[in-house]
């Protein structure tokens, strides 16, 4: 059965509103994915996800948890806009010439990831920025061993700052750092994501032409979310190490994806490609879940419905 046709600026409304109240609601679990993800052994300040969210407000309070989350909000809308209206796109031309059989739901997901990584890079390049600050500032205090000799302590910097500074110093290039890396991470979790959705949520409708109820939506968007993320974690882990800029002296450093998975092997073992596994299946599993209840309800075609039509 062809999907049902949605116009492209409902579906990008649809995706904004989605990836805002998404990240609104999961971004200090997604801090402390960040956090779990760049420390490396004897350098380890946070045991675990609610250690790390307490010790956050202690030292930098309750909005220390939101560190990055004005990159994130401004970027998330065309981010997830991209993402959910390529992927129809790719399933509507896809199903022209007979069934949208798995294989072809997989290939709309692979064009869906790959389109996306033009914002998802340099969002998640300057998101990560700051949401590790605090932690190399709360090094510096409680683990003073860990800073490089001779360095100062300077103020965090803000989006604007980073995103002058990246441009100065190295071009656009500066901000797609670990762009083959976003691209190893986002094409197969839309390959996995999309066909999962699809078919859970398949199961779920009334009937053969009636659309699914919403809880199904959400619940097969949380599923598939949760599956997907877990099984790229390990590439999640190394994105996120490459596009870290600021380390303390112990911590190693990385010259490409497989001088890092490389390093990493050596020195932490392969449990390390897990860390922040659980902090991210917590992040997508509802901010999916959430996106595709916005869509399947139609909110930006309820909302367009309102604007006057013009006379023919």
Known sequence: MADKQISLPAKLINGGIAGL??????????????RLQNQQNGCRLYTSMSDCLIKTIRSEGYFG???????????VTPE????????????H????????TLVKEMMAGCGAGTCQV????????LKIQLQDAGRIAAQRKLMPETVVAGS????????????RELLREKGIAGLYKGLGATLLRD???????FPLFANLNQLGKRGVEGPAPFYVSFISGCLAGSTAAVAVNPVDVIKTRLQSLNRGSTED????VADCIRKILRNEGPSAFLKGAYCRALVIAPLFGIAQVVYFLGVAEYLLGLLPKKDQ
């Open 21 to 34: 109240i998404g990240v609104t609601c999961v971004f200090p679990i997604d801090l402390a994915k960040t």
């Open 65 to 75: 948890m939101y560190r990055g989350a004005a990159v994130n909000l401004t970027l």
């Open 80 to 91: 997830k806009a991209i993402k959910l209206a390529a992927n129809d796109f790719f399933r």
């Open 93 to 100: 031309h896809l199903a022209q010439d007979g069934k949208l």
């Open 118 to 125: 033009i914002i998802t890079t340099p969002m998640e390049m």
């Open 152 to 163: 100062v302590e300077t103020k965090s910097p803000t989006a604007m700052q980073l995103t």
């Open 187 to 193: 094409v197969p979790f839309s390959i996995i994501y």
């Open 253 to 256: 450093t990385y010259n490409g």
